[in-house]
Antibody, heavy 119, light 108 residues
Framework: QVQLQESGPGLVKPSQTLSLTCTVS??????????WSWIRQHPGKGLEWIGY???????YYNPSLKSRVTISVDTSKNQFSLKLSSVTAADTAVYYC???????????WGQGTLVTVSS | EIVLTQSPGTLSLSPGERATLSCRAS???????LAWYQQKPGQAPRLLIY???SRATGIPDRFSGSGSGTDFTLTISRLEPEDFAVYYC?????????FGQGTKVEIK
């Protein structure tokens, strides 16, 4: 079955760019049939969808983050990535990658990775 | 964007009891495009229900979803020890997709 795993720095300085990668196993991103999303969860709080990418490279972002977000895909590595620029403490969260059922629900999810923004 | 409000914030119940969780939307959810997830401490959310009432693969039939328009319900008919967790609703009828703030089901 499809599994996802996030990776990247756990600590980012304010004003810098947060960069994370999601590696997909058990299935191919380039086979199509799904979008691939990033979602975050602020400590002790709810969930916020960040954006998605299709294997072709087409993307769609949450308007609340659109100006700072870039999601890209590397089909040769079966990975997709998140970049969030100009981070502040408000961007401290657990970041999840997930398979996105055509802009509907998310299943499955990666285990998540905590990113702390601090100097 | 659609705001989802879940109630109660915390539900204290005993194993074997019935749990009823509510998710109310700030405006009608298109074609009942609503999902429910379960999240245990330190774990990622797991899809339980989509389309308001369809169980995801492998989800026990003690979990059921219902509702339409702005009012949706997740029911756990008889709580098992592994069901104590936080539950989130999510709408996908309107962009951007949004989540509720969660209901914690705890052991009484």
């Amino acid at each position: 079955q499809v599994q996802l795993q996030e990776s990247g720095p756990g600590l980012v300085k304010p004003s810098q760019t947060l960069s994370l990668t999601c590696t997909v196993s058990g299935g191919s991103i380039s086979s199509g049939g799904y979008y691939w999303s990033w979602i975050r969860q602020h400590p002790g709080k709810g969930l916020e969808w960040i954006g998605y990418i299709y294997y072709s490279g087409s993307t769609y972002y949450n308007p609340s983050l659109k100006s700072r977000v870039t999601i890209s895909v590397d089909t040769s590595k079966n990975q997709f990535s998140l970049k969030l620029s100009s981070v502040t403490a408000a961007d401290t969260a657990v970041y999840y990658c997930a398979r996105d059922q055509w802009g509907n629900w998310f299943d499955p999810w990666g285990q998540g990775t905590l990113v702390t923004v601090s100097s | 964007e659609i705001v989802l409000t879940q109630s109660p914030g915390t539900l204290s119940l005993s194993p074997g009891e019935r749990a009823t969780l509510s998710c109310r939307a700030s405006q009608s959810v298109n074609t009942n495009y609503l999902a429910w997830y379960q999240q245990k401490p330190g774990q990622a959310p797991r899809l339980l229900i989509y389309g308001a009432s369809s169980r995801a693969t492998g989800i026990p039939d003690r979990f059921s979803g219902s509702g339409s328009g702005t009012d949706f319900t997740l029911t756990i008919s008889r709580l098992e020890p592994e069901d104590f967790a936080v539950y989130y609703c999510q709408q996908y009828g309107s962009s951007p997709r949004t989540f509720g703030q969660g209901t914690k089901v705890e052991i009484k």
